[in-house]
């Protein structure tokens, strides 16, 4: 005997459910299309099981009403001993994407193995003089950078940062449209709006995926000052940086950073995206990021063979934990900051250290500098939380 358990996410309308099918736990987790109603099944995070307490009628129909945005959830429990139990969430298409447009500038910026940077961008950051510019100019002083402006594609979160995008970056800013949602001001962190921000962009980046695009996705608040692509690896599926790193680029305990990822379009990466987005309704209160490290050591990782490896702060640093040595370093995020004032303000004394850097490097062979701390910042509660031996004179080898 099985009985239902609904959950809504959503008022009004219905959703049809097509007969649904599973024999053994090896197409536990399958997507059927029914229309435009995709079908997601797979099993609870939060439930323990064995393959041989499964159990599901051979087929079953349901009629479900949905109505927020997106979902509704599903338990179907079985008559087993030990309650063994499937969740199916059934997604109603949310965002429509315009394939046609998105492909024209993807072809355009893609470079020959079809890898796109993508970033994303709303007016509050692209408003003149702001994180925008900034991030724009780090690829002009960077070295080997100005050439990769040509493969980024900037996604847009409203019509004023997609008419600012044009003046400034034209040919590569798409309109990234998201009905009845208001992206333009600055979300705070972990505001109801910043996590429908975070998650709509897991959704756009599984599309590219699908579309066969490998991407680099960069936040706007990273400068580039060197090419990532020779310290990547196109033999892995996904990569993605960290906050701390631990030294071993293996170890799924890295404190990662969703602001810089690297992903190879293949199945693996389509169904782990598609997994991803989906896991936000099991952790509802939680950001993209934080639900990744739900995920990433979970069953279906492993069960879908993906690769995962994770950035060496050296290289794909940050305020968290700069690369310290500037003869090394690819990236700079302005992460463990709040406020985009206290951002802008560090990120623009970043560029002023890296400039010296470039003066004393042709003046100087071998001098050894690295970044001041980023004072704006650290006026925040967690820089209190550091060693002391991160802050200060030990900090630094030389003060630029």
Avoid at 139 to 147: D, I, L, Q, Y
Avoid at 196 to 222: A, C, H, P, Q, S
Wanted: proline residues 4%; neutral net charge; hydrophobic residues 40%.
């Amino acid at each position: 005997m099985v009985s239902l358990k609904l959950r809504y996410f959503r008022r009004g309308g219905e959703i049809a459910l097509a007969d649904l099918a599973s024999s053994d736990p090896v197409t536990v987790f399958r997507t059927l299309k029914t229309g435009s109603v995709s079908v997601l099944l797979s099993r609870s995070p939060y439930v323990w099981w064995q393959a041989s307490e499964w159990w599901l009628t051979p087929f079953w129909r349901a009629r479900v009403s949905v109505s927020e945005p997106s979902s509704c959830w599903l338990r179907v429990w079985s008559g087993v001993d030990g309650g063994a139990m499937l969740d199916m969430i059934v997604e109603a298409p949310h965002h429509q994407e315009d394939v046609r447009k998105l492909g024209r500038i993807l072809r355009e910026a893609a470079t020959e193995d079809k890898t796109v940077i993508i970033t994303t961008l709303n007016r509050a950051w692209s408003e003149p003089n702001s994180t925008f510019d900034l991030f724009l100019e780090s690829f002009h002083v960077g070295k080997g950078t100005k050439p990769l402006l040509r493969h980024l594609v900037v996604a847009c979160l409203d019509p004023e940062a997609y008419s600012r995008c044009l003046e400034v970056h034209p040919r590569l800013c798409y309109f990234m449209k998201t009905e009845e949602i208001d992206f333009s001001d600055d979300k705070m962190f972990m505001t109801p709006d910043y996590l429908k921000m975070m998650w709509r962009r897991i959704e756009f980046l599984g599309t590219l995926l699908k579309l066969g695009y490998n991407f680099i996705f960069t936040d706007v608040d990273i400068l580039w000052f060197r090419d990532p692509l020779p310290r990547l690896s196109k033999d892995v599926d996904f990569q993605i940086a960290c906050d701390r790193f631990n030294g071993d680029d293996r170890d799924i305990e890295n404190e990662v950073n969703g602001g810089f990822t690297f992903v190879q379009a293949n199945p693996r990466t389509i169904d782990f995206y598609n997994y991803w987005y989906s896991s936000r309704l099991w952790f509802p209160d939680k950001h993209d990021q934080d639900v990744f490290n739900e995920i990433k050591g979970g069953w279906y990782i492993a069960k879908i063979g993906l690769t995962m490896r994770f950035l060496d702060t050296t290289y794909f640093g940050g305020f968290c934990e700069p690369g310290r040595d500037l003869d090394k370093v690819c990236t700079m995020h302005a992460n463990c900051c709040v406020g985009q004032e206290n951002k802008i303000n560090d990120l623009r004394e970043v560029l002023v250290d890296w400039r010296n850097y470039l003066y004393a490097a042709k003046r100087y062979d071998g001098e050894e500098m690295t970044w001041r701390e980023p004072e704006n910042c650290m006026k925040q509660w967690w820089w209190k939380k550091k060693k002391p031996d991160m802050l200060g004179s030990d900090y630094r080898r030389k003060t630029i």
